[in-house]
């Protein structure tokens, strides 16, 4: 009500609503142009190539306004090479590290992809191939930095990469199977202090000396934003400046002047979409208990705070003119899902645990606008649970029009792959 929304204003809300209907995602074009040219500024001695990590939000439209902003794509799966090949992408500008490397991958590699090889098992696999000899190895450097377990994704408690230790049968396999290493890749989580990432980068570094072929370092991604006013959010220059003197230290030493790739999908994407609902009912538990807003949505479309207890900016607004009657008080946020995990305003890391939120006093009929939820929100819903459908997708161009970018899934498809024996 007197809170500003961050890019939003009530009249598009209105629009949103009668236009696209709610639950809808809305994406903001300025945002993600302007976060995209932050990252290609990111500090670097010898060369910077900066990849989207594109299942924070896979969809075509944002795909191509990082195309044409001169962004490449980490992907996490065959299924996401191919959607970024469809997006416009060239193969060459796409990079795979995936937790399971279909058979598929044979395809992309030949076509020029790039894959980072993220366990000792896909080094074999992909050496029994052996059509392609140029490769990246994917480490994991025995630290992390994630805001929980959950977001953390480097470490002994993580699955991701090769274990620092494995290091010398990496080695031996690489060159029984005659593979050339030209990158190192690490990723090690969320965070946005510039000491970790420091520690990192030297940890990585190190790795490449182990590699003499080796010309690219990627650090991956984990530029940490700060959605809720308590966060730090990461200052790209801050964390990237110590990082580049590494990177000159380490060619004063070995001479050999590394690129850098580094590969963010949160910093690109959080800030720049706002989940657009509706209250639709409000329940009460009496004076010891709590008012609950119920949403048209929840985890069918952001399962973040579910899943990690993630806070995220929540706007309650009401026609304008109405809201000094609207006293703010505590309240508890939920979704449409019969599901009692299905909360909006969980304690910070602990998803089980009702926390709720000072806000106008909601009534049926309001928006509630959640934002901060460009990433890993619309791609990492608990999709059609209840058989909800998945919400629309709308992109506010850099001129303020609204134009749908994924439209609103239709009961049809929703059952579209059943078969009745
Ligand atoms: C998910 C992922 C990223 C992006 O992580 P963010 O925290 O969204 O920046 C980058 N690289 C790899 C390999 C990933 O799996």
């Known amino acids: 009500?007197?809170?500003?929304?961050?890019?939003?204003?009530?009249?598009?809300?209105?629009?949103?609503?009668?236009?696209?209907?709610?639950?809808?995602?809305?994406?903001?074009?300025?945002?993600?142009?302007?976060?995209?040219?932050?990252?290609?500024?990111?500090?670097?001695?010898?060369?910077?190539?900066?990849?989207?990590?594109?299942?924070?939000?896979?969809?075509?439209?944002?795909?191509?306004?990082?195309?044409?902003?001169?962004?490449?794509?980490?992907?996490?799966?065959?299924?996401?090479?191919?959607?970024?090949?469809?997006?416009?992408?060239?193969?060459?500008?796409?990079?795979?590290?995936?937790?399971?490397?279909?058979?598929?991958?044979?395809?992309?590699?030949?076509?020029?992809?790039?894959?980072?090889?993220?366990?000792?098992?896909?080094?074999?696999?992909?050496?029994?191939?052996?059509?392609?000899?140029?490769?990246?190895?994917?480490?994991?450097?025995?630290?992390?930095?994630?805001?929980?377990?959950?977001?953390?994704?480097?470490?002994?408690?993580?699955?991701?990469?090769?274990?620092?230790?494995?290091?010398?049968?990496?080695?031996?396999?690489?060159?029984?199977?005659?593979?050339?290493?030209?990158?190192?890749?690490?990723?090690?989580?969320?965070?946005?202090?510039?000491?970790?990432?420091?520690?990192?980068?030297?940890?990585?570094?190190?790795?490449?000396?182990?590699?003499?072929?080796?010309?690219?370092?990627?650090?991956?991604?984990?530029?940490?934003?700060?959605?809720?006013?308590?966060?730090?959010?990461?200052?790209?220059?801050?964390?990237?400046?110590?990082?580049?003197?590494?990177?000159?230290?380490?060619a004063s030493e070995t001479g050999r002047k590394l690129k850098l790739e580094i590969e963010p999908g949160t910093f690109l994407l959080a800030h720049a979409c706002s989940l657009v609902t509706r209250v639709q009912d409000v329940t009460s538990t009496g004076p010891d208990g709590y008012r609950f807003l119920k949403l048209d949505s929840g985890m069918t479309e952001i399962l973040r705070p579910s899943l990690y207890g993630a806070q995220h900016p929540i706007h309650l607004l009401c026609e304008p003119g109405q809201e000094k009657f609207r006293e703010p008080i505590d309240q508890v946020v939920v979704g449409h899902c019969c599901e009692s995990g299905d909360l909006l305003t969980p304690a910070p890391g602990d998803p089980e645990a009702l926390f709720p939120r000072n806000l106008p006093r909601g009534e049926i009929g309001d928006f509630c606008v959640i934002e901060g939820v460009g990433a890993y929100c619309s791609s990492m819903s608990a999709k059609n649970y209840n058989s909800f459908p998945e919400a629309a997708e709308v992109l506010r161009k850099e001129d303020g029009r609204l134009g749908q970018i994924r439209k609103r899934q239709t009961f049809e498809q929703i059952i579209e792959n059943e078969v009745v024996p």
């Open 1 to 250: 009500m007197s809170d500003t929304m961050r890019f939003l204003s009530y009249e598009d809300l209105d629009e949103i609503q009668m236009e696209f209907g709610t639950p809808s995602f809305v994406y903001d074009e300025a945002i993600l142009r302007a976060n995209a040219r932050a990252v290609m500024n990111f500090p670097n001695a010898y060369g910077l190539f900066a990849r989207y990590a594109m299942k924070a939000a896979p969809t075509a439209a944002i795909l191509r306004i990082f195309n044409e902003e001169g962004l490449g794509i980490d992907a996490s799966s065959v299924y996401e090479v191919e959607r970024a090949v469809r997006a416009g992408f060239g193969t060459e500008s796409i990079s795979l590290s995936t937790q399971e490397l279909a058979d598929d991958f044979t395809y992309w590699a030949q076509d020029g992809i790039k894959i980072n090889l993220c366990s000792l098992h896909q080094i074999h696999k992909f050496g029994k191939w052996g059509k392609t000899k140029r490769i990246g190895l994917r480490f994991n450097p025995g630290k992390g930095s994630g805001g929980n377990n959950r977001t953390n994704v480097g470490g002994p408690a993580s699955s991701f990469g090769i274990w620092k230790d494995d290091l010398k049968e990496a080695l031996s396999l690489c060159q029984e199977y005659n593979l050339t290493v030209e990158r190192i890749h690490t990723h090690i989580g969320s965070g946005s202090d510039p000491e970790v990432w420091k520690t990192v980068a030297s940890m990585t570094l190190d790795l490449a000396r182990a590699f003499p072929s080796v010309e690219t370092i990627n650090l991956g991604g984990g530029y940490k934003v700060a959605r809720m006013p308590d966060e730090k959010p990461t200052d790209l220059q801050e964390v990237g400046s110590p990082v580049c003197e590494l990177f000159k230290n380490f």
